[in-house]
């Protein structure tokens, strides 16, 4: 049975989308749960974790828009809030690993296209400036992803994920 639904690769990585149900890994291993943690870095993808079981069953909460100028769209992020497992909501950001996106989305498949993880987000290095954290009395008030409009097509797909694993897909426009 292959429990992996899809992945992509993007410069010589692998990123795997894994849809298990948490039911069927704790009937298996009939083991207590433990939380496993997505990487929050491109250098932590392939660290082996122990794990006992998966939760995919949250759905972060996500509020965004793209807004587009003259040269560039910029992902603005207002809000991301994903509820772990021991049901205790977190500070907005806390629990966001990465974000995949497709610039073209065809209607059909996810194509991944590029990928922020949380270190290259909160970067101050060069070839991070593409992305910025906005501070507000030393709170996280919402990040923002700078993206030159030539990459976009109509329609551009963004895929969150938590620490958890739990993702949440959202489909934007260059137009209004």
């Given at each position: 049975?292959?429990?992996?639904?899809?992945?992509?690769?993007?410069?010589d990585?692998?990123?795997?989308?894994?849809?298990?149900?948490?039911?069927?890994?704790?009937?298996?291993?009939?083991?207590?749960f433990?939380?496993?943690?997505?990487?929050?870095?491109?250098d932590?993808?392939?660290d082996?974790?122990?794990?006992?079981?998966?939760?995919?069953?949250?759905?972060?909460?996500?509020e965004?828009?793209?807004?587009?100028?003259?040269?560039?769209?910029?992902?603005?992020?207002?809000?991301?809030?994903?509820?772990p497992?021991?049901?205790?909501?977190?500070?907005?950001?806390?629990?966001?690993?990465?974000?995949?996106?497709?610039?073209?989305?065809?209607?059909k498949?996810?194509?991944?296209?590029?990928?922020?993880?949380?270190?290259?987000?909160?970067?101050?290095?060069?070839?991070?400036?593409?992305?910025?954290i906005?501070?507000?009395?030393?709170?996280?008030?919402?990040?923002?992803?700078?993206i030159?409009?030539?990459?976009?097509?109509?329609?551009t797909?963004?895929i969150?994920?938590?620490?958890?694993?739990?993702?949440?897909?959202?489909?934007?426009?260059?137009?209004?």
């Open positions: 049975m292959d429990f992996i639904a899809d992945y992509e690769e993007l410069d990585t692998r990123y795997y989308f894994l849809k298990v149900p948490y039911e069927m890994i704790e009937e298996l291993h009939k083991t207590p433990t939380k496993s943690r997505q990487p929050r870095s491109k932590d993808v392939n082996i974790e122990e794990m006992k079981g998966f939760q995919f069953i949250y759905t972060p909460e996500v965004c828009e793209l807004v587009v100028t003259k040269k560039e769209a910029i992902l603005k992020v207002a809000k991301f809030i994903s509820d497992l021991n049901g205790i909501v977190s500070d907005n950001f806390l629990t966001l690993s990465s974000i995949f996106v497709n610039y073209d989305y065809n209607g498949e996810f194509l991944l296209d590029d990928v922020r993880f949380w270190n290259e987000i909160e970067s101050n290095k060069k070839e991070d400036r593409d992305t910025k906005n501070y507000n009395d030393n709170k996280i008030e919402s990040i923002e992803w700078h030159p409009n030539k990459l976009l097509g109509d329609k797909v963004f969150f994920t938590d620490v958890y694993g739990n993702d949440v897909t959202v489909s934007l426009s260059k137009e209004k």
